[in-house]
Structure formats: structure tokens, C-alpha cells
């Protein structure tokens, strides 16, 4: 079942969604320095993080799911959000540069045509950046934030799941070290819970962070050849004698 978008903006006006935005953003802003001239879609509830990208990049749109519902953004000015049909989104083929998916993959009821969808919509060496809730990780245990509902990944489920609709990773990433809770501790602390477990490389991050371009082509890969059995010739009939003739 999709997150409700109620649900999702109330917490982004909490503490903990202000931390979680905050280390979030630190990661794809290092991935995707740079967006100038470059278009640049949100998919489920991005609209968190696509922000600073405004001034920047030369168009930004926020797509959200029927299932989800869907809130005026930015909140001044035209707005730039649209409630869709995920699996069949009302853009041109390859006129999208990066695309960004959050609170998205681990909700929808088919994960694999919605990427197949952004594979569509991005143009040639696009880049699609995903974040999905970790399986190993605390937060996809604590249904009191959205990134503990649905179903969460493991690094290797994410990779099948991008390979089977022709993207290929180019970058893996994991953020929410810090435990999901609002206590002032956490909250304060959250920085160095991130910068010990990024360097250490420890498990159990909230968060799967995975940068991936589009393939223009499917791999071609070897097929088994069979073996035809090997018939032995068939013998020849012998010969009938010819029937004789009575008197």
C-alpha cells in the first residue's frame, strides 16, 4: 500500500524528517553537483530534496503516484507537481537528464514497470539516483516513519531489480546510520552516527542510496547450445519377393 502524502509531509516537518533530509541530500548533492541546463523529475515524494536543484537545473518536476496523492509544489509561484498513473507518465520518450526516486520503489505494487517507465523518459546517459529503505537496517523495522513501510531491499535485491530493467549501478551509496528516533541525543548526534559508519562501512544503515545510467541495449548473453541426438540410418527394406501366378 502507497504512503499517504499527509503522512509523508508531516514528517519532513519533524525533527527526525529534517535530519533525514538533511543526510540524504548530502549524498545525492555529491552525485549530482552540478544540474545546470539539465532536466529533472522526482518520483513519489521527492519534493524534500529537489529544492536547491530549482535554481539550478533548467526545468524540475515532481511526479507523484495515484496511490499516494499529491500536494501543490513549490509551495510560491507555478507549481510543478502532478499526481500520475507511475507506469505510464504523460512525458515524451528521452527528455528527462536525472531522475529521482524516493518513497516510491518499496510501496508501488509493481516496482519493475515503474522503472521501466523512467528507463523511457530518460534521455541517453541519464542518471536515475534510488533510495529504498535497507532490509538489514533499523528503520525498515519502526513503521513510525515512512521509510518502515512496505517492503524493504537488500543490496543485492536492488541490483536484480535494476538489472532486469536495463539500468546499470555506477554508484552505491547508505545513509540513516542514526537510530529512527526524535530524542534530542540521536537528533544531535546524527552527523557522527553518519560519518563513523560511512567510513567504517558498518551495516545496518537505514538507507540504500544506488546511482545508475540507462543501457542502451540488452546484454546479449551466451546461449547453451543443444546437442541433436544422432540417428543411425534406417535399414533398407529387403526386398518382397513378387507374388506367383497360379496355372
Given at each position: ?7 509523508l509531509?508531516?514528517?519532513y516537518?519533524?525533527?527526525l524528517g529534517h535530519?533525514a ?19 529533472v ?12 536543484l ?5 526545468r524540475?518536476?515532481?511526479f507523484?503516484?495515484a ?7 513549490p509551495a510560491?509561484?507555478l507549481?510543478?507537481s502532478a499526481l500520475?498513473e ?12 536525472r531522475?529521482?526516486v ?16 523512467i528507463?523511457?523518459?530518460?534521455t541517453?546517459?541519464g542518471r536515475?539516483?534510488?533510495v529504498a529503505?535497507?532490509r538489514?537496517g533499523?528503520?525498515?523495522?519502526v513503521?513510525?516513519t515512512?521509510?518502515g513501510?512496505g517492503q524493504?531491499?537488500?543490496?543485492s535485491q536492488l ?6 530493467t ?5 554508484h552505491w ?16 548526534t546524527?552527523p ?5 559508519g560511512?567510513?567504517?562501512g558498518l551495516p545496518?544503515a ?5 546511482e545508475?545510467t540507462?543501457?542502451?541495449?540488452r546484454?546479449i548473453t551466451a ?14 527394406p ?10
Amino acid at each position: 500500500m502507497a504512503l499517504d502524502v499527509v503522512d509523508l509531509r508531516t514528517f519532513y516537518a519533524t525533527p527526525l524528517g529534517h535530519v533525514a533530509r538533511r543526510l540524504v541530500s548530502q549524498i545525492m548533492r555529491e552525485r549530482w553537483s552540478n544540474c545546470v541546463g539539465l532536466s529533472v523529475m522526482g518520483v513519489g515524494y521527492a519534493t524534500p530534496y529537489l529544492g536547491p536543484l530549482r535554481e539550478e537545473a533548467v526545468r524540475v518536476l515532481a511526479f507523484m503516484p495515484a496511490e499516494q496523492g499529491v500536494v501543490n509544489w513549490p509551495a510560491h509561484g507555478l507549481s510543478a507537481s502532478a499526481l500520475v498513473e507511475s507506469t505510464m507518465m504523460p512525458l515524451p520518450d528521452s527528455c528527462m537528464d536525472r531522475v529521482l526516486v524516493v518513497h516510491a520503489l518499496e510501496t508501488l505494487e509493481h516496482p519493475r514497470d515503474v522503472l521501466a517507465e523512467i528507463w523511457r523518459i530518460l534521455t541517453p546517459g541519464g542518471r536515475m539516483i534510488v533510495v529504498a529503505p535497507n532490509r538489514r537496517g533499523l528503520w525498515s523495522r519502526v513503521d513510525t516513519t515512512p521509510f518502515g513501510q512496505g517492503q524493504p531491499f537488500s543490496k543485492s535485491q536492488l541490483r536484480e531489480l535494476l538489472r532486469e530493467t536495463l539500468f546499470s549501478p555506477v554508484h552505491w551509496a547508505e545513509a540513516l546510520y542514526v537510530p529512527p528516533f526524535a530524542r534530542p541525543f540521536f537528533l544531535r548526534t546524527a552527523p557522527i552516527f553518519e560519518a563513523i559508519g560511512s567510513r567504517l562501512g558498518l551495516p545496518g544503515a537505514g538507507l540504500h542510496l544506488v546511482e545508475a545510467t540507462k543501457q542502451l541495449y540488452r546484454p546479449i548473453t551466451a546461449r547453451r547450445t543443444r546437442r541433436l541426438p544422432q540417428f543411425e540410418p534406417a535399414l533398407s527394406p529387403s526386398a518382397v519377393p513378387p507374388l506367383s501366378r497360379g496355372p
